[in-house]
């Protein structure tokens, strides 16, 4: 039930935009019961942050072809990622992604979307491990540092 813009209730769940500006939630029962509260609570913040994080690969990455390839690379590097979940966190993460938009299901579908997008900040780390990618990096060299050389940071 929503109360206002920053709060909203169903049975003794809650989620609530505090004096930080940060969003706190509270569900209790089982782990479906839980992955429910959670989706109908927040699903219009799901959607969004969806849509945002989607909307930063297509500026990252505009090319349809490599945008493909990396969908490959995600699915063969994912293809497990379901034997390291433990059970009460899959059922959770079903019960959100009921509430998942179905704007991206040319990406996956809703569940095994929630279940990757629940992974990606530790696939990224492993991608920054293989030096792909960064997550608070700089290089700088030539005239940019105090000798010349290459400095990583």
Excluded at 81 to 86: D, M, T
Aim: aromatic share 12%; with cysteine; net charge negative.
């Amino acid at each position: 039930m929503k109360q206002s813009n920053t709060a909203f209730s169903s049975a003794n769940n809650f989620l609530l935009k505090n004096k930080q500006d940060l969003w706190e939630l509270y569900v209790e029962g089982d782990p479906l019961e839980r992955g429910l509260a959670f989706g109908s609570l927040s699903d219009s913040l799901l959607k969004r942050q969806e849509g945002i994080f989607f909307a930063k690969i297509n500026q990252l990455l505009p090319s349809q072809s490599k945008q493909r390839l990396l969908r490959t690379f995600l699915k063969w590097y994912n293809r497990e990622l379901y034997l390291n979940v433990a059970e009460d966190y899959k059922t959770e993460i079903y019960g959100i992604s009921r509430y998942s938009s179905h704007d991206f299901d040319n990406i996956a579908s809703p569940y095994l979307r929630s279940l990757y997008l629940h992974g990606a900040h530790d696939i990224g780390h492993a991608l920054q491990d293989l030096v792909l990618v960064g997550c608070s990096s700089f290089a700088a060299w030539g005239e940019k540092s105090e000798d010349g050389s290459l400095i990583i940071g």
